[in-house]
């Protein structure tokens, strides 16, 4: 954790988008243990057990979603700086707010649109169309959940950004 | 509007967004659904969430987060240093064998690590002050590590080629074989350079405060220093023999390597429970950074073929009746200029599903493509104005201007496209093992 918009009332965003970040790779170990259970499975018995595959797969889609607010916390994504860098460093970070405004709006849309496929999942008890057919719900879930959060740290971010702003002008 | 100054339009778009600084992910997922509402309807927009989670749900994609915490877990231990030790006992004895052993330190490391940055960090750490106290010229050692680092996409395995393997449906243990035999031939070719650029520069007398080899080491020196990081290769050496036998799928493989390195990384290291709190937010960070990337790339694919851009530009490509190698050098130029500014990730799922129906109408393999492509982003890693490797090195050597890392890096360029000449004119270099393969 950075703590870079801990002093703007958003300390609490930082703490959760670590805390699913570990909860993440926790579900990550969980899906190499079911990767591997079901390889020697199914070389000493010879057939292949339908839930283990399909299970490691959806921790790894809900993984994904909920390592998204870490991703924006500790500046992960893969973005090219090179004209922030060229930037002096006040425009720079207006640069910075202007971005994460439109990160903020593809997350939100992302949420919203995701929202609505859980929603329609949930109502209709749909179902994945393997053999074990768990709900598909829950995965969907993931993504306005984990995007949710990522969008919350993005506002701390937003707040922070506007923070070190408002003080250079004060300085 | 003509679909074709459509794509033009969306490509100018992509690219201004994407040099603002907007991440990738969310650039790519920006412009799709804003063309997707402009020229196709709101209702088009219903698909967005659909293609997205379509685009992450499947099994080979499990390899990429497996991958990545291999890559974590052993990154962040002291594996990179032994290993880098190790080659100095092994290679430090010839002439200029200090830059030789940074180069295949670079390799053997990013066999586990998969990361081109990650390698050049962790051997140039080590590695670029050892050079230069022995006189090895600044610019040299910043060149061969950040040249030595960019074999972390080529040697297998590799995410980059996780994702060009997902991108475009090719076999991911198909590319890994394809990667070795390329990746032999440019750390040789490297390594001669090296031998070649340290004559009468490089002082071999003066021992280190490493207690590094002047002579040749004895054998006993050598196996211990390579003790520790033995597990390391044979673990990776194991991977690839599964792939390549069929015993094992590349999801698979990364399983049992990333619980295998755990395992090793306890045993030998003994890293106390914050390192492996940082080890699993790292690789969630990265994985989860990837996986975003892979679900935008999905849509902005998605968007290209329902405005019937792909379609239009195959159709393009096709009406303009070009030899084969005329297109490829087209190609090739195209990414050797878009490699400059954009990461391979990008790269790969922004211009792959363009590219790729031409690709299979002008009848080029695509295994070999992949490896020629992870070459030509390797130059894109070590040129202006966003080669990563050059900062990297900045970071960790500042007080070697950019312009002597540049300069260190031309040879090796150079070398880099002189191997994508050679793999053009005998594309078995390439393709010849992976045809080997059990169920190939």
Known sequence: MNGRASGCGFAGFARVASFTALWAACAMILTVILVLNHMIIVRLLGEPIVWHLELAIYLTIGAFFLGTPYAVLSRGDVAIDLLSALLPARKGQWLRVAVLLVMLATAAYLVWSGLGRTLEAMHSNLRSTSLWGPLLWPVYASMPLGLALACLQMLAEISDAISRLGGEDRQ | ?440
């Open chain 2, 1 to 440: 509007m003509s679909e074709l100054e459509l794509g033009v339009l969306i490509l100018g778009a992509t690219t201004l967004v994407l040099l603002v600084g907007v991440p990738i992910s969310y650039g790519l997922a920006a412009i799709s659904i804003v063309f997707l509402l402009i020229f196709a309807g709101p209702a088009s927009l219903v698909a967005v969430p659909r293609v997205m989670f379509e685009e992450v749900n499947g099994f080979a994609l499990l390899a990429l987060p497996m991958f990545v915490l291999l890559g974590s877990v052993v990154g962040a231990s002291r594996a990179s240093s032994d290993l880098n030790d190790a080659a100095q006992r092994w290679l430090g004895w010839i002439p200029g064998g200090l830059v030789v052993a940074n180069i295949a330190a670079c390799a053997l490391f990013s066999a586990i690590c998969g990361s081109s940055p990650a390698t050049a960090a962790a051997i140039g750490r080590s590695g670029i002050p050892e050079m230069r106290a022995r006189g090895v010229p600044p610019w040299l050692a910043a060149g061969s590590i950040c040249a030595g680092g960019t074999l972390g996409i080529l040697i297998p395995p590799s995410v980059t080629m996780i994702i060009y393997g997902i991108s475009t449906g090719t076999s991911i243990g198909k590319l890994f074989v394809a990667g070795i035999v390329p990746g032999l031939i440019i750390v040789v070719a490297f390594s001669a350079y090296a031998i070649y650029a340290s004559r009468g520069r490089v002082d071999d007398a003066t021992p280190l405060a490493t207690d590094f080899p002047v002579a040749p080491a004895h054998a006993s020196t050598r196996a211990a220093a390579s003790l520790r990081v033995l597990p390391f290769l044979m673990l990776i050496a194991m991977v690839l023999v599964a792939l390549y036998g069929g015993i094992a799928t590349p999801s698979e493989g990364a399983a049992v390597a990333a619980l295998l390195a755990v395992v090793l990384v306890l045993v030998i290291y003994r890293p106390g429970l914050a390192l492996w709190r940082d080890v699993g937010r790292e690789a969630m960070r990265d994985s989860a950074m990837l996986l975003l990337i892979i679900a935008a790339s999905g849509l902005f694919a998605y968007t290209l073929s329902l405005l019937y851009v792909t379609q239009s530009f195959g159709e393009m490509m096709s009406a303009a009746g070009l030899h084969r190698w005329v297109f490829m050098g087209l190609v090739m130029v195209f990414l050797l200029i878009a490699g400059c500014f954009l990461p391979p990730v990008a790269l790969i799922l922004v211009v792959m599903p363009l590219i790729q129906p031409s690709l299979e109408t002008y009848n080029f393999d695509l295994v070999w493509f992949g490896v020629v492509m992870t070459i030509l982003m390797e130059i894109g890693l070590i040129t202006p104005p966003v080669g990563v490797n050059l900062f990297v090195i900045q970071g960790i050597a500042p007080d070697i201007p950019l312009r002597q890392i540049l300069l260190g890096s031309v040879p090796f360029v150079i070398l880099l496209v002189l191997a994508i000449v050679l793999f053009s004119l005998v594309p078995g270099l390439i393709t010849w093992f992976p045809g080997l393969m059990v169920g190939g």
